[in-house]
């Protein structure tokens, strides 16, 4: 199976993980990780666009093949719920923009996935992300939730590749 680099990206208004992860459906390899900070004086529309221009950069810099993004599922209220599909859309459209085939996952499919449990915690995915890796430091809790995304990403590629199933790259 060819190796595939992905960008994972777990959304927000104010922080914005990243992770890009190498696979071929046995290995995977993490390339880089981060989060997006927003400064919270900055007004909403101006927050897009770093969202958008940052990660357009870690895109044109790593050549990811794909991306991949938390869906949103839940917010406490409407406004947050809109803010963050805002959010969620400046960093699918720097995807786009960029040629890259966009796949969407729930939290819950995500935490499946690396944890093997959908209701985990955040500091659990953050641990199993950390154990996968092997890494000594701690990750920043969206730039090890974006790194979920990706090995998600990956792991349900290399399947449908295995079971032969549509869909599979």
Not at 120 to 134: P, R, S, Y
Not at 146 to 157: F, I, K, Y
Request: proline share 5%; aromatic share 8%; net charge positive.
């Amino acid at each position: 199976m060819p190796v595939f680099r992905t960008i994972g990206i777990d959304p927000g208004s104010r922080f914005t993980g990243y992770g890009i992860v190498e696979g071929d459906g046995n290995r995977l390899r993490l390339l880089t990780n981060g989060t997006v900070r927003i400064p919270p004086q900055l007004p909403f529309p101006d927050r897009l666009k770093l969202i958008y221009e940052r990660l357009s950069c870690v895109i044109c810099d790593m050549r990811p093949d794909c991306m991949a993004v938390e869906d949103v599922f839940f917010a406490k209220n409407v406004k947050s719920a809109l803010k963050l599909g805002q959010a969620r859309g400046a960093a699918i459209l720097a995807g786009v923009n960029a040629g890259l085939t966009v796949y969407e996952y729930s939290a819950l499919e995500i935490k499946q996935a690396v944890v093997g449990y959908g209701r985990a915690g955040k500091d659990q995915v953050g641990e199993m992300i950390g154990c996968l890796f092997g890494l000594r430091e701690t990750l920043e809790p969206n730039a090890a939730d974006a790194l979920a995304v990706a090995v998600c990403h990956l792991n349900t590629q290399a399947s449908r590749a295995r079971w032969k199933l549509p869909g599979a790259l």
